[in-house]
């Protein structure tokens, strides 16, 4: 048996090893192999691919700053016609939606009591121009005091005692004791007394031409009185509400009916405390009036000196014509107040920023390279979009981001002064005349006033 077993193992031995020995070889030359690959792989990377795409060079733009606001329409004139007298209403001459004309007669009270009172003044009146002899007509500044009969009477006995006061110291200077002291002195004093009724009669007269003045306005007042029983429309307006109706006893000062003027109104709004510095008298107001087609393009006329503690905003007006009639007073207004006309700003088109897990992005051109960049945006137009952050003018990026992928771009396109806008919309134009400068053919729309974005 053991003879036998020897053969076997010299037989497989040589096979074994040969087997061992090639294995080596191709491990060998396997790794071999990998380190050259590495080698490759390092002195050769991979080269971004070439895109051709629209790119979009950044500038500053003038685009004006516009805070919006909201408030309503206001009639520039509201009245509450009143009764300046306390009487019953005879006639009622308007009614609700009623157009009148100024000084239009809207209500009549009765009159009869008032004219009574007419009739008495005059008669006082009369009474006190005759005391001093004057006539229903005779002017009162015709009247000298001295003229009166009262005076000229008192006058003429003042002058009698003057005479024999005169007469008495003759007769003492040339005919001794032919007149006593005590005549003497009785002449004096009687010549005093006629004196002071002369000075009264003088005041008497003046005191009645006073009474006749008093008696003048008393009988003015009247007809004033009666005057006021016919109420007038104060301007020409549109009856807003009426508050009477025939019968109605009224007291003094009670409302007949409201009237409003319309052909012109006006917009009251507020501005916000943080933007009341920025608001001046002239500035451009663009507003969209409800159920009203087309905004309207008004100035800022007033502005309160203060600023309303509980609110904390500044109330404004501007003037809106309406010849037409076609605002009514009290429609809901939108409001954009342009603050800054001469704003500059960076906009991109809103083709060129992209949404992604909540952040804005554009590709940003980077030596040729396109690559994402994070930006803050502010305010936001149907076509545009202003950035605040993550660009800075002369900054070149995608002008449309569905194409942005990490790339060497190849600029394409014709000069921006040549390039036609999308959808036939003008390229972008600001008050200034600035436009964007492009290298594609993707152009800015022009701003419109109304619908620009606007810092709230």
């Known amino acids: 048996m053991h003879r036998r077993a020897l053969p076997r193992m010299t037989y497989r031995g040589p096979a074994v090893l040969t087997l061992l020995c090639v294995v080596g070889c191709v491990l060998l030359s396997g790794c071999g192999r990998g380190a050259h690959a590495d080698t490759a792989l390092k002195a050769k990377p991979n080269e971004p691919p070439v895109v051709q795409a629209a790119v979009l060079t950044i500038r500053p733009t003038s685009w004006p700053t516009i805070v919006r606001t909201q408030g309503s329409l206001i009639a520039d004139e509201v009245a509450i016609v009143g009764a300046k007298v306390a009487g019953r209403v005879n006639e009622v001459n308007f009614d609700l939606g009623d157009a009148v004309r100024a000084q239009a007669v809207l209500a009549t009270f009765d009159q009869e009591d008032f004219k009574l009172e007419v009739s008495l003044a005059e008669a006082q009146m009369l009474q006190a121009r005759a005391a001093l002899g004057l006539g229903p007509r005779d002017p009162l500044e015709s009247l000298d005091p001295e003229s009166a009969p009262p005076v000229r009477e008192a006058k003429a006995m003042w002058d009698e005692t003057r005479t024999r006061v005169a007469r008495v110291r003759q007769l003492q200077l040339h005919a001794r004791n032919t007149v006593t002291q005590e005549e003497y002195d009785q002449a004096v004093a009687a010549e005093g007394a006629a004196d ?234 600001a008050a200034g005349g600035e436009e964007l400068d492009t290298t594609s053919e993707v152009s800015v729309p022009a701003l419109v006033p109304h619908d620009r974005a606007v810092a709230r």
């Open 196 to 429: 002071a009724r002369h000075a009264a009669a003088i005041n008497a007269v003046r005191e009645k031409i006073a009474l006749i003045n008093v008696r003048a306005s008393e009988l003015r007042q009247a007809q004033q009185r009666l005057s006021d029983t016919v109420i007038h429309a104060p301007f020409e307006g549109l009856v807003q509400e009426r508050h009477v109706a025939h019968g109605s006893f009224l007291q003094l000062g009670d409302p007949i009916g409201t009237l409003v003027r319309t052909g012109v109104v006006r917009f009251h709004g507020t501005m916000p405390e943080r933007h009341a510095h920025r608001l001046a008298l002239g500035q451009k107001v663009v507003l969209k009036i409800e159920g009203m087609a087309q905004p309207r393009e008004v100035t800022v006329t007033r502005i309160s000196p203060t600023v309303e503690e509980m609110s904390r905003s500044l109330a404004f007006e501007a003037l809106v014509p309406n010849g037409d009639g076609a605002l009514r007073t009290g429609l809901f207004v939108e409001a954009a107040v342009v603050v800054d006309s001469e704003a500059q700003s960076l906009i991109i088109p809103r083709s060129a920023i992209m949404e992604f897990a909540g952040a804005e992005k554009v590709w940003k051109i980077v030596d040729g390279v396109a690559k994402e960049q994070v930006v803050q945006t502010a305010r936001h137009d149907q076509r545009v979009v202003e950035i605040i952050g993550g660009l800075a003018a002369g900054d070149s990026i995608l002008a449309d981001a569905v194409q942005g992928r990490v790339a060497r771009i190849e600029p394409i396109g014709r000069p921006a002064a040549d390039t036609p806008a999308p959808g036939g919309v003008e390229p972008v134009e």
